[in-house]
């Protein structure tokens, strides 16, 4: 049976579309991770507190600082969100 070669074209075409969507899928992700190749698994409710204390000192939640002094603002954004009270 012979091999119908016209249509190696479009498969390649396919191929490389979803290789090329791949990669910038990769590099995007990364790019939003700074840089780290992974994200956070098994994650538990003390990581979690320090990884949103570190999204309020530096503005990302996978970011740290050394600064011994919080900047300005910080004591006013405090995970303890107001509630209505009935």
């Known amino acids: 049976m012979p091999v119908p070669w016209e249509a190696l074209i479009p498969f390649g075409l396919v191929t490389a579309m979803f290789g090329a ?11 939003q991770n700074q840089g780290k190749a992974s994200q956070k698994y098994h994650i538990d409710s003390w990581e979690e507190m320090l990884m949103d204390r570190d999204k309020r000192l530096t503005g990302h939640a996978r970011k740290q600082t050394s600064n011994p ?14 509630e209505r009270r009935q």
Do not use: D, H, Q
């Not at 969507?21 to 790019?31: E, H, I, P």
């Open 21 to 31: 969507a791949g990669t910038l899928f990769n590099v995007s992700k990364r790019a």
């Open 69 to 82: 002094i919080a900047p300005e603002g910080f004591e006013t954004s405090s995970v303890w969100y107001t």
